[in-house]
């Protein structure tokens, strides 16, 4: 495995080895010696999530202000334009975001650790990402960071307007929301 660095640190890029042939591919999508050998993070994943969404589909900017979650995001079908935010107000990267292309042709995986919002903007027609988390969903703690907040400044690469949940819709802005200590 190869490890990418992103434009924050801590939020990492995965290149998996993939062995290919006429038959098709194999590659481990996770092995946690091997992840903890390559980024240094060791860590329990207790919950593996996956949605499929369609073009132009933007779900974010998620986070758990308790419960914190870190998340290991891979597509398994389609690409998306994947977005972390650091919400840590103790980091020098505190309000940065980063953002990465992750499709199924690349098979790249993103570590974005506790204490980020995420989100991703399905560029394909459609797209299938799939995501372990460190802790459990807990929609008590759940808060949404507004994705087109102008102080964050994310260049998403829209074609037209987001399709979006309601939740999504009426995000927090940076300068309102809670963050992490």
Do not use: C
Not at 22 to 34: D, I, M, S, T, V
Not at 104 to 111: F, M, P
Not at 122 to 135: E, G, I, R
Not at 145 to 166: E, T
Request: glycine share 8%; no cysteine.
């Amino acid at each position: 495995m190869q490890v990418l660095p992103t434009d924050i640190p801590g939020v990492l890029l995965l290149e998996p080895r993939v062995f290919g042939d006429a038959r098709g591919f194999f590659y481990e999508a996770y092995n946690r010696r091997a992840f903890h050998k390559a980024t240094g993070v060791d860590v329990d994943f207790v919950q593996d999530n996956h949605s499929r969404s369609a073009k132009n589909v933007l779900r974010g900017l998620h986070y758990q202000i308790r419960q914190a979650q870190g998340k290991l995001v891979r597509v398994t079908a389609g690409e998306v334009w994947d977005v972390a935010v650091d919400l840590r107000k103790s980091s020098p990267s505190f309000g940065k975001w980063t953002g990465f292309t992750l499709s199924a042709e690349s098979k790249r995986i993103a570590w974005i650790p506790p204490g980020f919002a995420h989100g991703f903007l399905v560029v394909s027609d459609s797209a299938d990402v799939l995501y372990k988390a460190t802790d459990y969903y807990a929609p008590e703690h759940e808060r949404t960071l507004l994705w087109s907040d102008p102080a964050l400044g994310i260049r998403w690469p829209l074609a037209g307007a987001p399709v979006l949940a309601d939740k999504d819709r009426r995000g927090t802005p940076l300068a309102a929301a809670e963050v992490f200590a």
